[in-house]
């Protein structure tokens, strides 16, 4: 991918070689695999108490001195709260600061830390990112697997998720 670069809120690519990688932290959404950059995050804790109306996708948590929205993707992308769906604790992905804030994202399973070259990492269409529930994602990285399967991840653009 030659032509991006990385900066604290948006994956570009030109600034790096196609053999550098990028640390990704990768989590499910239900069938949708998703990403961070792990520069884009703060740290991943134990899911705690969400507060609000329920008819959002975002809420409340208090955590430690500060109190932090909680984005629950699963039902801004499916429509079905990740809590109706299981009773799990899971995580939060704590974000850096997006718009002067962090921003908490709700897990159901423990998100996992992996090396992805830049070469293996794409620009999604605009087109595509104007049509569908995805517009969250601005790249999408192909990463073969042992089996000669490929796994597809959606890295997200967090100035777009809330």
Do not use: C, W
């Amino acid at each position: 991918m030659g032509n991006s670069t990385i900066n604290s809120n948006h994956l570009k690519v030109n600034d790096f070689d196609a053999n550098s990688l990028l640390k990704l932290v990768i989590f499910a959404i239900g069938k949708l695999t998703l990403a961070l950059p792990i520069k884009q995050v703060q740290k991943v804790v134990k899911h705690n108490p969400v507060h609000g109306s329920g008819l959002s996708h975002v809420n409340l948590t208090h955590l430690e001195e500060q109190e932090v929205a909680v984005v629950d993707l699963h039902q801004k992308l499916f429509k079905v709260s990740l809590k109706e769906r299981s009773e799990t604790n899971g995580y939060f992905i704590i974000t850096q600061p997006v718009i002067g804030e962090p921003l908490g994202i709700m897990v159901a399973e423990t998100p996992i830390l992996l090396d992805v070259p830049l070469s293996q990492i794409r620009i999604l269409p605009e087109s595509y990112r104007q049509a569908d529930t995805l517009a969250i994602a601005s790249h999408v990285a192909i990463i073969p697997q042992s089996d000669r399967t490929t796994m597809t991840v959606f890295i997200l653009d967090l100035t777009r998720v809330i």
